[in-house]
């Protein structure tokens, strides 16, 4: 087997039922994959995953990109990307191990590619309603790099950089270097803003349970990682945290490599066990074909070392938004040792609404997800409501209308009594509609009307 988006195409042919499906998320590539792009063809298999390798040769412009990639590729594609980056919130960078799973003879329907880098003649304007930062991050931030909006957590931006920059960021108001669009919030990793997030965490004997992210936390030095998990672990009313970090999706060699800091994290989580605390890993694959043998091994490694890895998705459209790539995805997933624990309905980004879905194609999604595996192993779908009303089960909305593409949702625990809203892409929706979505008093009375039938 070639690949994992050839088991996927071949599973669909076979149909539900068929072995090809049932084994298809066992089938992980060990071939010299990285061998068909120019610049890495003659780097040899430890040298490519290493992650000094990855992290010096992950290009980060379109004239870099096009000097390792060489001819795979023709000027218009290069045209088109370069386009595509004028309106994005994200600048670019992309390790060679996902440049070199991008089938390059169809770059323009291939769901890496999809993810990181933006092509013009894909994008759609941005929906009416989105603002930057629209899950209100740094309207519930006590501190810099903290937000507090659950009564038991918090969510830790430890540093603003990632191994890679993926063209959705949430946090795009932060994350990455600036943009056209976009001058960013910094939140470097530095000691003294960090002192400050730990006296308000100490400050706070509600908090139990600590987002430990970024940016990406595989970007943290070793001792960094000891330093915050020391300092966590340290504090008594904290009871668990996690490290985020796409790192296991987009250079999962590092895990093999980086042995620093492998065992700073280890030490950590061995630590908090002792302790009777919970340390573990959060990780992002989106996609089935993300993961390979390398993979494979990076997770065995964490399995034997007794470190506990989940998976937080991002729905996509043309990425992951059918039901037999999503299946795959979960039960690689889950044969891996990594528990998929949530799959987020896209939010609301500048300049990615064509990676956005219907929240009622998510919902089917997921009807055919559940009983395919352990219930253990099946996602939630989740809505991170507009404006700080923070994440709620897809299906607990209180009202949805499928014609206007608005959702309503409420959030007892966060904002008693307050109304949040999420939005279909427009494109999705019928054209008389997308004509009154234009109209900025038509919009309002959709709106209005929305929330009065929520109640
Ligand atoms: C997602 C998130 C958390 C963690 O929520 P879980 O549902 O426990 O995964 C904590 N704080 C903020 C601000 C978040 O966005
Ligand atoms: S790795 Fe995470 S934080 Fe970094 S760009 Fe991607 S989605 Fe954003």
């Keep these: 087997m070639e690949s994992a988006s050839v088991d996927v195409a ?8 068929d072995p090809e499906v049932a084994f298809a998320h066992r089938r992980l590539r060990r071939d010299a994959f990285w061998k068909t792009i120019p610049a890495y063809a003659n780097v040899d298999e430890n040298t490519f995953h290493s992650h ?8 980060t412009s379109v004239e870099r990109l096009q000097e390792v990639l060489g001819g795979l590729v023709g000027p218009a594609f290069y045209a088109d990307l370069r386009e595509g980056l004028r309106r ?10 996902i440049l070199s799973l991008i089938d390059w003879n169809d770059p323009y329907g291939d769901p890496l590619r999809t993810q990181f880098l933006p092509l013009a003649s894909q994008q759609l304007p941005d929906h009416p309603e989105l603002h930057l930062d629209s899950l209100n991050e740094l309207g519930d931030s006590p501190v810099p790099g903290l937000t507090h909006r659950y009564p038991d957590r918090a969510l830790f931006l430890t540093l603003d950089t990632c191994p890679v920059y993926c063209r959705f960021c949430t946090r795009s108001y932060a994350v990455g270097l600036d943009t056209d669009g976009v001058e960013k919030v910094r939140l470097s990793a530095n000691r003294s803003r960090w002192s400050q997030v730990f006296d308000y965490l100490r400050s706070r004997p509600e908090v139990e349970d600590v987002v430990v992210s970024g940016g990406d936390v595989y970007n943290l030095r070793a001792a960094q990682i000891r330093e915050v998990g020391e300092t966590l672990l340290d504090i008594p009313h904290i009871r668990r945290f996690r490290f985020a970090t796409k790192g296991p999706a987009v250079m999962p060699g590092k895990i093999l490599s980086d042995v620093d800091w492998v065992d700073a994290l280890v030490d950590v989580v061995d630590r908090g066990r002792r302790m009777h605390k919970e340390v573990v890993m959060h990780t992002h694959f989106n996609h089935p074909g993300e993961i390979t043998g390398v993979t494979q091994d990076a997770m065995d490694l964490l399995t034997e070392r007794g470190v506990t890895v989940r998976n937080q998705a991002v729905l996509q459209r043309g990425v992951n938004d059918d039901t037999l790539t999503m299946q795959i995805l979960v039960k690689r997933l889950s044969y891996l040792n990594i528990q998929p624990y949530y799959v987020f309905f896209h939010d609301l980004v500048q300049g990615v609404e064509d990676l956005r879905t219907t929240l009622g194609t998510g919902l089917d999604i997921e009807k055919t997800l559940r009983g395919a595996t352990a219930g253990f192993n099946t996602p939630t779908f989740i809505v991170d409501t507009l404006g700080g009303g923070g994440k709620r089960d897809g299906h607990s909305y209180e009202h949805y209308n499928e014609e206007t593409g608005i959702a309503v949702f409420s959030s007892p625990t966060v904002r008693p009594g307050e109304h949040f809203f999420y939005f279909d892409p427009i494109d999705c929706l019928a054209p008389d509609v997308q004509q009154r979505w234009k109209d900025t008093n038509e919009r309002q009375s959709m709106m209005e009307e929305a929330l009065a039938v929520a109640g």
Aim: charge should be positive.
């Design 88 to 97: 994005a919130p994200m600048s670019i960078r992309i390790s060679p191990y």
């Design 52 to 59: 000094v390798f990855q992290a010096r040769n992950s290009p």
């Design 10 to 17: 071949q599973a669909a042919i076979a149909g539900v039922g």
